[in-house]
């Protein structure tokens, strides 16, 4: 079978605006939580706030012309693809450009420019909607965007399961490039849905928190929203070393499974599923772990859920692994969420630093294992996953390893 | 049984698709049988009715009675005509 190893990373949210300054804030324990800045959020019962991206101004990355086509979405794909390719090394001439593939996790899809644009429509009565609203909306923009700001021309396409639409879309480029489909593949995660609509969407769910994100703790009330963008270059290990280039660690394995049960309630057996199939997978006994990068969104279900998975598939390493969620730092951010998360995940790989589960009060006898409570912690890692459960009953979890 | 007891079971057993006499105060929304998103909908079309908000904390779908939640329903009126 093909290996295949990550030698190139990109990210935005509201930690930082590039890889290395979202990982150092990781392990520094910083959250980019904090009241809503780009709309009146004031009205909104579930405390108006978020993990937004702050000081990004798209002129710096973009030309006019080129911005007029871009939802922020597309825009933070972008920013995180271009980085993941120049610290790949890559370039799509020749064979190249047709053997990658462009895959981008997207939860939901433009919709700062939907919502603006149906504002106009229904609000103010406008006749006209702006031409470029089809272009800037589609939940495919980003995959379509780099592949033609890269001149990629391999299978380029959208992943969608909601909070799981990163981890799903990486499955999905590793299963082509062992399929030998393709040799490479420029994939991760977006979404750019911090607005009123959605806020109130997912407000009357009752699943956000008032307070903040606290995973795994007592008192927790629920999780928090993020936005951004992660973006991997990932390879077969026989094109990387043809290259030369610095491989960040190997892509061990992939888990996906659904629940076939309720839409919103998760599910420890479809959890574990997911996590044992990516264990199987790359081969990995599950003593082999030593850090899990958790869903842990900080809802009351979804961390004692994970918990018992957990349980159920580690068994009596369980109380060994390292467990934490980084949500409290980023946000949820939905389709982008399993993308951002593996920046920390990889980080943990190869700094041997753990980041935290920050917000954590005390013990809820529900979620017993080590959380890696509020401090980052020393600890060397030679494999871990990282998982999502997503809305919809759908999981996927990823398993990466330290190379050599 | 209060109006607002007597409406709100109405929506209950309406939602939930059951005879309005199984509906006690002491029954939890878990006993009749409503759980997850049904739970967040029966609170939904209350705040509709009633034209109320009721905080998260009222809305406890495993342990809360369906008395309390007229309690806080009762409140959240109370509340509004202080106004």
């Known amino acids: 079978m093909r290996r295949i190893v990550i030698t190139g990373m990109g990210a935005i949210c509201a930690l930082g605006h590039d890889a290395p300054s979202v990982w150092k804030a990781m392990t520094e324990g910083v959250s980019g939580i904090g009241p809503l800045t780009r709309f ?3 009205a909104l019962r579930s405390g108006g706030i978020a993990a937004e991206i702050k000081q990004f101004d798209p002129s710096r990355h973009f030309a006019e012309a080129r911005l007029a086509f871009l939802d922020p979405l597309s825009q933070y794909a972008l920013v995180a693809a271009r980085e993941a390719v120049e610290q ?8 190249r450009a047709s053997r990658t593939a462009v895959l981008v996790g997207v939860g939901v899809a433009g919709e700062e420019t939907r919502e603006g644009l149906y504002k106009r429509l229904y609000e103010e009565r406008a006749t006209r909607f702006h031409p470029l609203g089809i272009v800037r909306i589609m939940t ?3 995959a379509s965007q780099i592949s033609m700001a890269h001149g990629i021309t391999g299978p380029t396409f959208a992943v969608a399961s909601a909070c799981a639409s990163s981890n799903h879309a990486i499955a999905q480029a590793a299963l082509m490039i062992r399929a030998g489909l393709v040799d ?11 607005t009123l609509g959605l806020m109130r969407a997912w407000e009357s769910m009752r699943v956000l928190a008032p307070d903040t994100c606290r995973p795994f703790s007592a008192g927790r009330k629920g999780l928090v929203l993020g936005e951004g963008s992660a973006m991997f270059v990932i390879e077969t290990l026989e094109s990387a070393q043809a290259r030369g280039a610095t491989i960040l660690c190997e892509l061990a394995g992939t888990g996906m499974s ?8 998760p599910s420890a057996v479809g959890a574990s599923a997911a996590m044992s199939m990516a264990l199987r997978d790359a081969g990995l006994a599950p003593e082999a772990i030593g850090y899990v990068n958790a869903h842990g969104t900080g809802t009351v279900a979804n961390d004692s859920t994970e918990t018992r998975a957990l349980h159920s598939v580690f068994g009596a390493h369980a109380p060994a692994l390292a467990i934490s969620s980084t949500k409290p730092m980023h946000g949820h951010a939905l389709g982008a969420g399993g993308a951002l998360e593996l920046i920390g995940t990889i980080g943990a790989l190869r700094d041997g630093i753990v980041p935290p589960t920050l917000n954590y009060l005390e013990p809820d006898p529900a979620c017993d294992l080590d959380y ?10 030679d494999a871990a996953i990282s998982n999502s459960f997503a809305f919809g009953g759908l999981n996927a979890v990823v398993a990466v390893k330290r190379m050599g | 049984m209060s109006n607002v007891q007597q409406e709100t079971f ?4 309406k939602q939930a698709k059951i005879e309005l006499d199984t509906i006690k105060p002491e029954s939890t929304l878990k006993d009749l049988g409503i759980a997850s998103l049904d739970a967040i909908e029966v609170i939904f079309d209350i705040e509709e009715h009633f034209n109320i908000n009721l905080p998260n904390e009222d809305t406890d779908f495993d342990g809360g009675t369906v008395g309390q939640l007229v309690e806080a329903i009762e409140r959240q009126l109370a509340q509004k005509t202080s106004e």
């Open chain 1, 140 to 142: 495919n923009a980003p």
């Open chain 1, 372 to 381: 890696v409570p509020n401090v980052a912690r020393e600890k060397k890692i």
């Open chain 1, 184 to 194: 490479a593949a420029v994939v991760g995660g977006a979404e750019a849905s911090l």
């Open chain 2, 10 to 13: 109405d929506i209950i057993a």
């Open chain 1, 258 to 265: 659904a629940d076939a049960g309720d839409i919103a309630a």
């Open chain 1, 88 to 95: 790949s090394g890559i370039s799509f001439d020749g064979e």
């Open chain 1, 40 to 42: 009146d959020a004031s």
